[in-house]
Nanobody, 120 residues
Framework: VQLQASGGGLVQTGDSLRLSCTAS????????MGWFRQPPGKEREFVVG????????SYADSVKGRFTISSDNAKHTMYLQMDMLKPEDTAVYYC??????????????WGQGTLVTVSS
């Protein structure tokens, strides 16, 4: 399984950005896809995950109300709409996929990462 993430860039505080992640396979209904991020000098952290079966999702508290995950099943693609961006959102964002319905657990496949930089 390969995951291709894209959409990162340099934006200003308050701007929006949409990340995309396309899987090389059609995720099975019991799969979960998610986004993680690694801020400079920090460990990777969970951002949001979504069950492919029903679109149910779970967000990190730091992004609730600002980020929205969605998917296009026909395109095997997951999106992360990021609004009201803050400098602390600056990070390399990774998409990931896991086999199983538990969102906050170990992920099996990872994309290459896309850099999001939010200037103040």
């Amino acid at each position: 399984v390969q995951l291709q993430a894209s959409g990162g860039g340099l934006v200003q505080t308050g701007d929006s950005l949409r990340l995309s992640c396309t899987a090389s396979i059609r995720p099975f209904s019991n799969y979960v896809m998610g986004w993680f991020r690694q801020p400079p000098g920090k460990e990777r952290e969970f951002v949001v995950g979504m069950r492919w079966s029903d679109g149910s999702s779970s967000y990190a508290d730091s992004v609730k109300g600002r980020f929205t995950i969605s998917s296009d099943n026909a395109k095997h693609t997951m999106y992360l709409q990021m609004d009201m961006l803050k400098p602390e959102d600056t990070a390399v964002y990774y998409c990931a996929l896991r086999r199983g319905a538990v969102i906050k657990s170990t992920y099996d496949y990872w994309g290459q990462g896309t850099l999001v930089t939010v200037s103040s």
